[in-house]
């Protein structure tokens, strides 16, 4: 056999053998149609929107998805869509049409029954947002009962806050703890459930396990970078401190919960701030600085001639 | 003797006979003239009534019918019920006319006169009173009786008319207040006439300056309207020119136009065919990109989208 036969048979081989490789680890997958390619390309680009806080275009994003799902009677893509809409305008506090896009999803769970615990899920948070609490309670549970593991703390949370803004803290407290257990919970969660246990440990004038328990959530939340949520971290942890007697300490973590809210631009979470610190340093004998922050707080109502 | 022999004493039994009978005979038409005055020798008859109290009853009042003396009261006197019996004594002449709805009535005559018992004419047809029989008496008020129902009356017209002048006297009430005002608005007058007296010697004033502004206005508004005309003379002139060079303007650019659509007309095919092109280009290249995001190993890095992607459910936001 002569070398270059040698080298051809060897060229040869390796490109049946590429042939056969690529045609093996070539997966032919299953072809979607075109219209929910493009649908859940949507979804996505909604989603992406949303954790960008653009929740307008979201909507928008969420609604063309909806459309090309319906268009091919995709019922679990729909459901996901309308979900998703309901969430994005609850967000915006639309809650009428979050309301709508949530119930038009529950008549959908039958043709995608995976999706039960979070269609009740979100439609508990729909009638919380509109502050039905019995509502609120009863898909909570129903989504509780649909989904017992997967995303169990959650909806463990979702009912201790049910029960919390009702009044019924022993049970609210149950649900917080019952959230938990276990480790399926993300760090989100876990934050959730500790500021929850915090804000009934401050209604039972327990400070000391509110300072604890805001710590904890504070923790959590800023392993995630949820900036919201640490400045009400704060808040609490300030008005545990406060509870406990140590107002400097609470003048402090007020500072920092009023600097946390400053970097996001929102006058409308800043101002209640700004307002309980003035409180603070007025309780704290800095009557002076507590009269700068009331003249900052006076001065967009000046300006805007209220 | 002297009654002898003295003349005056002749016949003197004579004499005093004819005294004394010539004074009786005087005496006598003396009682019977006042009798006759006194309507001793008239017959008469009685009539009576009952009073409540005797007060203004005296013996021998008067009892006067149409105004003229009938009788007299001959007796007033207190009977066992404690009220006053009256008695009238009345001329018979007079029956006639006391019939049985005859009143009588105390009266004062006139003001301050004396008081008399009026009796009333009847009516023809009701029978006369007999002797002895009672005429009906009608009580009359008295004058302190009017007074009181005067007083009564006039009582609340006299508290009304003091209110009023209460009304028109208050300082602080409307018609004070009013009179107040009015003489404030009419002092306000007079100044305001004096400034307006003010006002129009100056409006004179300004009325002249005004007026030869207003000359010099026009002036200048007749040199203006000369220039005017000048330019639009100008203008005139020049105007037909411009016309015809805008019109030869236009020409061109239609003509651009024309030229422009023939290019495009002839290039828009091939324009359309490389769009086409491109677009088959670029779905091909779709296709070869699809095809290698499904082979191994690319496609284990590919990310496939998530048909169920959800926005994350936060229990808390």
Redo the contacts between chains.
Sequence with gaps: MSSSYRGNLAAWGLVVLSLVATGCAGTPGKVLPAAQVEAIRHNSRGVEEVRNGHLDEAVVEFSDALRLHSSIDNAPGAAVALVNISRASRLKGDTRSAREASGRAEALIAGAPGLAGEVFFEQAKVELAANDLSRAREFALRADKESPTAGAPSRKNLLALVSFRGGVLEEARRYAEKALEGSSGSDNERANSHRLLGEIALAGKEYADAGRHFAEALRYDKNIGAAVKIAEDLRGLSRAMEGKGELRTAIACQERAVNVRRSLADAASLYPELRRLAELLETGGEASRAAGIREELARPQKESGR | MIMEEDPRFRHLKRKIAIFAVGALALIAFVVVLIGKENDLFTSKYNLRFTVPKGTGFTRGMPVKLSGFRIGRVSSIALNEAATVNIVLQIDKKYRQWIRRDSRARLLKEGLVGESIVEVSVGSAEQPVLGENEVIAFEKTRGLDELADDIAEKVKPVLIEVRDIIAYVNDPNGDIKQSLRNMHALSGNLEVTRRQADLLLLEARGDMGTLSVKMNKVLDDASVTMHKAGTTVDQLDRKLPALLEKTENALKHMEKIGGDVGEVTGRNLPKVTRMVESSQHALDSTNEVLDAVK????I?SRMKQ?????????????
């Design positions: 499904g082979m191994w190993p496609s989208p998530e048909e169920k992607l959800l926005v994350p459910g936060d229990s808390h936001e």
